[in-house]
Every structure is written in C-alpha cells, then in structure tokens.
C-alpha cells in the first residue's frame, strides 16, 4: 500500500468517526421519504439527480457504477437540515411544534486503481423523527413526544470498466442504527390510553448489497441504473417488546432500485434526470401495524453549466408521491411528515486544480395533510429547508 493509499484511508477513519459523533444529534424527518433529497451537496444542488450524473465520492448512495466516473478524490459534506412541523389534534389551538436544525453528514473517498478498476467508500445516512418538546396528550405518565431513526451506511464500492462504454458496480451496504423514542401512546381494546414507556437509545448492525450500472455510447449521452437490496437491521433491545413488536424489534431499510440519463447539451451544459423507487415493504415503516407508509416514486430533474473554469452553478427538481395515507396521519405523529417535492440551486467554486468548495440550498415545498377516518381531526403541516457545504478533493 502506497504512503497516499495510506495517508486517504486515514482521512476517512477520521471522517467515519466525525459521523458518528454527529449521529446523536440528527433527530428529525427527511425530505424524500427517510433520505435527504440529495446524498451530497452537489446532487442536492440537482435535487438528487445522481444515477446517471455522478459528481463525488458518494455516488455510490445512488448507484455504486458511478464511482468509475469520478476519479480518485475525498469528499467531505455536512447539510443543515431545518424542519417546521406543526401537528394539530382536537383544534387548531392545541399544536405540536418543532422547528430545530441538525447536521447531516455525509463523505467518501474513491481510488483510481487503474484504468478499467476504482475502489472507494461512501459514507451516507437515512432517517426520521421529530421532537415536540411536550407531551402529545395530558395523560398521566406520558413522556415528551420525540422520536429518532439514524442510520448511516457505509458502501464500500468496486467498479470495473467492462468495455470503453459500460462500467458495473457493487458496493456492501454496512449500517449502524441508532433508535429512541418517549411519549408513545397506544390505544386499548377498552377505548382508554397506554402512554408506552420509553427504553431510551438502542443501537444495532445490518447490512446489504447494491450495484448498478453506467452505459455511454457516446461523450455526450449517459444512462445509469441501480438497485439497493434492503438492508437488514438487527433487534433494537427494548423496543421490542413493545412499539416494534411487529417487526420482533428491527427497524430495516427498504430496497430502492432507479434509472437515470444525462445529456451534454454543450461540453459546459448538462441536463440530467432520475426516477427512484424506494419501497418500505416488508418493513415496520410500511406495515399496518407499525407507520403504513406506502412505497414512493421520485422524479428529479436538474441542470449543471460550467460557467467558466472556476464556477459550476446547479439546480433541481424533484417531486414524489406522499408517503402515508391520510387515515394514519395519528399514527405518524412520532415519525412527523416527509417533505416529498422540493427546487433547490447549488454551486462549485474551484480553488485549485486539485480543491474546490460547494454549497447547496434545497426548499422542500409545503405541504398539509388532514387527517380521515380514524385520524379525523389530526393535520400535519411540514415545510423544510436545506443548506449544505462540502470540500472535495482529486489526487
């Protein structure tokens, strides 16, 4: 192993553990479904757009082909994530409101090793929650009303170039997950109220695959598609017994699978779009007796101009279906609402050669949901905005 081989591998321990001491404070909601709408900054700056326009080393979030087109380089982002969730119950005078901002982490680095193979890591996360700061109702021993989902995945990833035009992918899904929740209350078969205890933080392990796959006939056309298998999560102590007795205590991440294009308008222009899938399936997240949240479609479209050699200028679209029904709005007061559809614009200044700095800025559009039948009287309403920077690399 080479002294630069060595001296990146130690960058990105370094990273891993920057994540992980950042994971206790990412409590809140996402804004395509449990993800942020872009893995890293400059997806984010396209809405997400990433399968077929990889752009850094945490490509691999959407498709682990695409770490054979960014070359040998480190990445280093943090989005600041900012929801405003206000849950409404009875009357619109008894509101549950939360509007605080958290870190998202996010990274990787990738390795050229020779014309047709890389290999590189990809560190990013999923989750979910909220914290209300109060009790949902006023019955006696109900905790605080909060919730938190993180789970950061790490891919390594391999990919080799198979032909001049087509390029495969495959990278692990190895995952930590961190889960709290208080202030859970469960109805009775005798129509009272059980406000469930609280089992503080358990943490557990999980893993999975995923691979893809890059085809350019030409320098101006790209196509790209993947598939991540769900990721299979251990049993989280305590809750188990409980709020995810359902599921025998794990709280697994569902499978998404994508294609994507991207088109060089000019040599500095490039238009790109997505279609993801992600689905909860076979999960506590879209089980009836767990969230019921229904599998989405996500459609993004972005544009990238390398306006001169020093700035790249970004922006996005991206719009998908809501993720629950709006007769389990009560059901999902703990996990609070996805934003679904959001515009963002984003940036690259390029310092030097080899360093360049980025920045994006996501607006997830708001959105109200009332509640029907069971939920009748229950509305949510969700507005969220994103701000990211990143520092990236070559050698």
Known sequence: MSKLFEKQARLM?????????LLPTGKAQAENGISLSGSGVKS?????????????????????????????????????????????????????????????????????????????????????????????????????????????????????????????GFSASLAYQRFSASGAIVP???????????????????????????????????????YASRIRMGKLSGYRGDLLAASDGRLDVGEQFGAG????????????????????SHTIIGSPQGFAWQNQNFYRAGISWDINSAWTLRSGYTHGNHPYASAVTAQNLLSAMPISSSVSVGATYRISEKSEVSADFDYGIPVTLKGTGASAGFDDRTKAAVLGLSFGRHF
């Open 13 to 21: 321990v370094t990273y891993a553990v920057m994540m992980s001491l």
């Open 261 to 280: 294009v991207a088109y060089h308008i000019t040599p500095a222009v490039i238009v790109a779009g997505d279609w993801m899938r992600v689905s909860y």
């Open 44 to 168: 984010g700056g396209m809405a997400g757009v990433s399968i077929a326009d990889p752009q850094d080393a945490i490509a691999a979030a959407d498709n682990p082909a695409g770490m054979g087109l960014v070359g040998s380089r480190a990445d280093f982002d943090v989005q600041l994530l900012k929801p405003v969730t206000d849950f409404s119950y009875g009357s619109h005078d008894n509101v549950l409101h939360t509007d605080k901002v958290y870190p998202v982490p996010s990274g990787g680095i990738n390795w050229q090793m020779s014309p047709r193979l890389t290999f590189g890591v990809s560190l990013f996360g999923v989750g979910v929650g909220t914290s209300y700061g109060r009790a949902a109702l006023p019955i006696k021993g109900a905790g605080v009303a909060k919730s938190s989902l993180q789970t950061v995945i790490a891919a390594p990833t391999v990919t080799y170039r198979l032909t001049e035009h087509n390029i495969i």
């Open 188 to 226: 009775l078969p005798d129509g009272s109220l059980l406000p469930l205890a609280s089992h503080g933080t358990s943490t557990s392990f999980g893993s999975g695959f995923r691979v893809g796959y890059i085809w350019q006939p030409t320098t101006a056309f790209t196509f790209g598609a993947s």
